[in-house]
């Protein structure tokens, strides 16, 4: 099994199995599950001040993330 991380060349090309296009939830973007290993709080002040992917909103308690987006952020960290 790959170890993700943000830099380096362990990058989200190495996992076919994470998804290339898509909608993804939270649960699936951040570790343990996910390649990104930062925290629901830390996430979200990523995102209110731009370093992460801004969500879409499906419904009223529904929100993901576009998979490109978050491939894009892997690839090429800010």
Do not use: C, Y
């Not at 599950?33 to 002040?45: D, E, L, N």
């Not at 995102?47 to 992917?53: E, I, L, M, N, Y």
């Amino acid at each position: 099994m790959t170890e993700h991380s943000l830099s380096g060349d362990n990058r989200q090309k190495t996992n076919p199995s994470f998804p290339q296009t898509g909608f993804l939830r939270l649960s699936s973007i951040l570790a343990p599950t996910g390649p990104i290993p930062v925290s629901r709080s830390t996430w979200w002040a990523g995102v209110k001040d731009g370093r992460f992917p801004k969500p879409v909103k499906l419904g009223p308690r529904i929100t993901v993330w576009r998979a490109e987006d978050v491939n894009a952020l892997i690839d090429n960290p800010r």
